[in-house]
């Protein structure tokens, strides 16, 4: 496998926005040894890429660590507090494991977690000997330029004095740079997921496709799940500013909250041109002119906007572009909705207090899920009579989500993997074949909900050490590896 020269604007693509750094060329040349090390290893099913990007993540992490910039510092940190380790997978000597150097176990992980990518759709053996010798390889260029390479103090000052932090836009745009850029965090082929986005956008709501993009992009920065932990941004950044020591700033940006990109009624214009929004859940909030970007005067006779909000320390911050107007219909469809939801909690606290206060119903195909559905539900007699489900779906699993405001979620053949006392429709084999598959397709709050109660018990990876092996690394890992997968999928 012939290997290429890493280039020096590879490892500033790396970095947040506008920092300047000294030393991208001392790492572009230890990102191209580490990616010649590897491919002498001669994995035959790697592509000369996926090499490239495993030795770019892992120098990035050495950059990191050399500097103290706190981003493995505070993956590490977020995990222990999750799961009580040091790392998922692997068996550490915590004393011999030390923050301000790399480790072994660091760089397994790391080109585990980049095999996601490289192999798309699949789930690799994070104890795959292939991957322990990239691994090693790797380690060992990084031992070799330990004692003497440049720390990047750039990167080290940019999270130990936040300059961005008292800047609402210049905060976003490291949220940005964590779903973008980081070696840790960012995600694969973003660019293609948010064009995807942005034309349903353009298509929906008239607006031009640039302006749609960049709605898109400054959305994710508050509501996408990143990384390793399926984390939001913010949840990240404020993990690496308390690996730093800088546990006020973290707070400020973890708390910061988001309003949906959706239509808000103008309630009221006040004397310094300021804004009053409702919300269809009813809240109300304010915006200054300079956060609304000083609207025209003909903006202010306006009934209601489309937009998204930020509140960020003790402020509200437009989140994107917005656009004024007269028809407020789109609010009054999504209000009626909005109620409509809150209406069905009776439903649902009836349906979970039938169950025994479980979530999760079993229906052997859609006839029986139907009947139950117009049993409990609230319908009139046209739904009943135009009320349909694919007929074709058997051993169903019924789920009723935590809020009211959420739709009931209905998983075909879930049934055959979910193995609950209350199920006759569990099969062993389908399980070990399938329950990770289906686990994988199913929202955040029912995986959590699977996985707590341990009904995924057969649910296994392959292994070369056996099916039993593979059985205890999901198992003992369970909801990191769901939300690691998730993440790159």
């Not at 910039?69 to 040091?86: D, L, N």
């Not at 804004?275 to 009813?282: A, E, P, S």
Request: hydrophobic share 35%.
């Amino acid at each position: 496998m012939k290997m290429t020269l890493i280039p020096q604007m590879a490892v500033k693509n790396c970095h947040p926005k506008g920092m300047q750094s000294a030393t991208d060329t001392d790492y572009a040349r230890i990102a191209t040894e580490v990616a010649t090390a590897m491919a002498k290893e001669k994995v035959d099913d790697i592509p000369v890429n996926g090499i490239r990007q495993m030795a770019l993540n892992i120098t990035m992490y050495f950059e990191d660590v050399i500097a103290g910039a706190g981003i493995w510092h505070g993956f590490t940190s977020k995990v222990k507090e999750m799961y009580g380790r040091q790392l998922p997978f692997y068996d550490i000597d915590e004393e011999n494991y030390f923050d301000d150097e790399p480790n072994i176990e660091d760089v397994k992980f790391i080109v585990w977690y980049t095999m996601l990518e490289v192999h798309h759709g699949k789930i690799g053996n994070p104890e795959n000997p292939i991957l322990e010798r990239l691994a090693i390889a790797a380690y060992n260029v990084l031992e070799q330029h330990y004692e003497t390479v440049p720390v990047n103090e750039s990167l080290k000052d940019y999270f130990q004095n936040p300059q961005f932090i008292d800047d609402f836009y210049k905060q976003r745009d490291a949220l940005k740079w964590l779903y973008f850029s980081c070696y840790l965090t960012y995600i694969p082929r973003a660019i293609d997921f948010i064009y995807d986005r942005a034309r349903q956008m353009a298509e929906a709501v008239h607006c031009p496709m640039d302006a749609a993009f960049y709605q898109v992009e400054c959305l994710l920065a508050y509501t996408g799940k990143i990384g390793p932990l399926r984390l939001k941004p913010q949840e990240w950044m404020a993990a690496i500013l308390r690996a730093n020591g800088n546990d006020e700033a973290a707070q400020k940006v973890e708390n910061q909250r988001q309003m949906d990109y959706r239509m808000y009624k103008i309630e009221s214009t006040d004397d310094d041109r300021s804004m009053t929004f409702r919300d269809i859940t009813g809240e109300t909030f304010t915006v200054t002119a300079d956060e609304l970007n000083h609207p025209q005067d003909e903006c202010y006779q306006r009934k209601g906007i489309v937009a998204s909000f930020v509140e960020y320390d003790g402020a509200w911050h437009l989140n994107g572009g917005s656009s004024f107007g007269d028809d407020l219909k789109m609010f009054d469809e999504m209000a009626v909705d909005y109620e409509g939801h809150k209406n069905l909690q009776k439903a649902y606290d009836d349906m979970i207090k039938e169950s025994k206060d479980t979530r999760l119903f079993y229906f052997a195909d859609a006839a029986e899920l139907k009947a139950f559905l117009l049993k409990h539900l609230p319908a009139d007699e046209n739904v009943e009579k135009n009320f349909q489900l694919p007929a074709d779906q058997e051993h169903i699993v019924l789920y009723v989500p935590e809020k009211s405001t959420e739709d009931l979620q209905i998983f075909p053949d879930g049934a055959l993997c979910v193995k609950d006392e209350r199920n006759p429709y569990y099969n062993e084999k389908w399980s070990r074949n399938q329950a990770l598959n289906f686990v994988l397709s199913i929202s955040p709050e029912v995986q959590s909900c699977l996985i707590s109660q341990h009904f995924l018990p057969d649910a296994t990876i392959n292994s070369s050490k056996g099916l039993e092996r593979g059985n205890e690394i999901v198992q003992q890992n369970f909801d990191f590896l769901v939300r690691a997968v998730s993440s790159r999928l």
